[in-house]
C-alpha cells in the first residue's frame, strides 16, 4: 500500500525559506517517479517539481524554477522540496504525489498523472 506522508509546511515570511519532506512507503523507487504539487485556495492544483526515479531527471514549473530544488534520500526514503525566496502567491497546500515510472517526467508532471496522492500540508507566505 503506498502511503505518502508530508511534513514541513508553516506561516513564513516573504523572502523566507521552508523545506517540505515527504516519507515514501510501500513502494520501491523503480515503481514511480516522485513530484510534488499544490493547490492554492479557489485554483486547480498544480505541478511544482517532479524527479524521476529512472535516471534523476528533475522537473520545474515556471512559477518555482531557481526558487526550489527536489531531491531524494534513499535511505530515508524520503523526498524533499527546498524553496527560497516564498512569495505571498506560493500560499498553498503542497502535495507529495507518486507517478507511474514509464512517464517522462519533463512532459507529464501533471496533476492528471499521479497515481497516489498523501495528504499535504500548508504552506503559509504571509507577512
Known amino acids: 500500500q503506498v502511503q505518502l506522508v508530508e511534513s514541513g509546511g508553516a506561516l513564513v515570511q516573504p523572502g523566507g525559506s521552508l523545506r517540505l519532506s515527504c516519507a515514501a512507503s510501500?513502494?520501491?523507487?523503480?515503481?514511480?517517479?516522485i513530484g510534488w504539487f499544490r493547490q492554492a485556495p479557489g485554483r486547480e492544483r498544480e505541478s511544482v517539481s517532479c524527479?524521476?526515479?529512472?535516471?534523476?531527471?528533475?522537473y520545474y514549473a515556471d512559477t518555482m524554477k531557481n526558487r526550489s530544488t527536489i531531491s531524494r534520500d534513499s535511505a530515508k526514503n524520503t523526498v524533499y522540496l527546498q524553496m527560497n525566496g516564498l512569495k505571498p502567491e506560493d500560499t498553498a497546500v503542497y502535495y507529495c504525489?507518486?507517478?507511474?515510472?514509464?512517464?517522462?517526467?519533463?512532459?507529464?508532471?501533471?496533476?492528471?498523472?499521479?497515481?497516489?496522492w498523501g495528504k499535504g500540508t500548508l504552506v503559509t507566505v504571509s507577512s
Open positions: 510501500g513502494f520501491t523507487w523503480t515503481d514511480y517517479h
Open positions: 524527479l524521476s526515479s529512472a535516471d534523476g531527471d528533475t
Open positions: 504525489a507518486a507517478l507511474p515510472i514509464y512517464l517522462t517526467i519533463q512532459v507529464l508532471c501533471i496533476p492528471e498523472t499521479v497515481d497516489h
